[in-house]
């Protein structure tokens, strides 16, 4: 009953309310928030703590910058939002606002990334079928998910393929400047049950057995250590949660090995069964694309009790 009040008392006020309307949207910084309810920064600084002690927000640092949105565990505020009408002045004024801060990340992204000369695209740069990929990961993803989470998101595409699938997903990237063109795409497209965060793969900072579902896209090829990164993505899958790793299999390209970085010159069926397999995970039939190079879907379920070495036994007569 405490945390309920303590909640309820936190949303019952205007500036806070607001806070939370936007955070409800997606992720934003101390700066942006400021710039949209037009605000001091200490002023916001309080509200959002007091919204943070309440669980109701998630502060998410990143480099210089703290972000905020709304707890997945905030599903009481999220009915209160509902109610909220869409035509009342202020919560207009602040979606606007909103509205005026993606377009000018997404343009600080895509300038960035020009001045830069990055190629992030690597769907793109390989020329593989990204359409037949991803209709193959949705034939996968039974409709009705709770919480999916996108490792190595990159540019945030999957979370919108997904998105529809799924209470909430989350995306998850070492790349600040990927980050940002996620951040600009989840925003463009108004992907409330959307979000990013800033993620080592070896460390995600997030509980065991949170998640129904997770996903690895042309991730683990750069990897130095593909099997640590599959039993740190089950680790945060419910028993029976679904692990989907779609990569490359096995293709002798030297271009793109020394082109593009790669760690790894695809992966094999038994490679990536036997590390499924060690990471407490049954693996599925794997699904095959045909394109320029061979793309795979491996498919794996959690098990409920992760397999375990058997230990060593001493056989006396």
Sequence with gaps: METLLAQLRATAEPTRLRLLALCARGAFCVSELCAILGQSQPRLSRHLKLLVEAGLL???????????????????IRQVLARLPEEEPVVAADRRAAARIAAERARAASEAFRRDGADWDEMRALDLPAAAIEDALLALLPAGLGRVADIGTGTGRLLEVMAPRAAAVLGLDASREMLALARARLGERNLANASVRLADMYRLPLPDGGFDAATLQMVLHYAEDPAAALA???????????????????????????????????????????????AGCAPLPPVEIAGPLPVRLWP??????PVAALPETTLTF
Excluded: C, K
């Excluded at 640092?61 to 599903?75: D, I, K, R």
């Design 232 to 278: 740190e993505a089950a680790r945060i899958l419910r028993p029976g949660g679904l692990l989907v790793v779609i990569d490359l299999a096995p293709h002798g390209r030297q271009d793109v090995l020394s082109g593009l970085a790669h760690r790894w010159p695809g992966f094999d069926d038994a490679g990536l069964a036997g590390w499924l397999g060690a």
């Design 300 to 305: 794996a379920r959690r098990l409920a009790v």
């Design 58 to 76: 998630e502060r998410l640092p990143e480099g210089a910058n703290v972000y905020f949105q709304l707890s997945p565990e905030a599903a009481l």
